[in-house]
């Protein structure tokens, strides 16, 4: 999506609402700013709440074990990786 603004008084712009919403910017959110080639890049900054990441990783192991089983000595014997790949 592409959008011209206007830079006003003091340098300010304003991001379009319907860029806003795209990229989910809401007012007090903090965004970087970079120069990349002569061209501005600006960018949201993401929060991490660690609680949230600490559930995401739970619930990521309670799936991985429903599949995952403890190997065991001899599990492999006899299998021929070349039969894998056919």
Do not use: C
């Amino acid at each position: 999506m592409t959008a011209k603004v206007e830079v006003g008084r003091k340098g300010y712009i304003i991001i379009p609402k319907s860029i806003r919403e795209l990229i989910g910017i809401k007012e007090g959110d903090v965004l970087t700013l970079t120069v990349e080639n002569g061209r501005i890049v600006l960018e949201p900054e993401r929060r991490v709440s660690l609680p949230e990441v600490a559930r995401r990783l739970r619930e990521h192991e309670e799936k991985v074990r429903k599949y995952a089983k403890e190997a065991r000595l001899g599990d492999l014997a006899g299998v021929s990786l070349e039969d894998e790949f056919e």
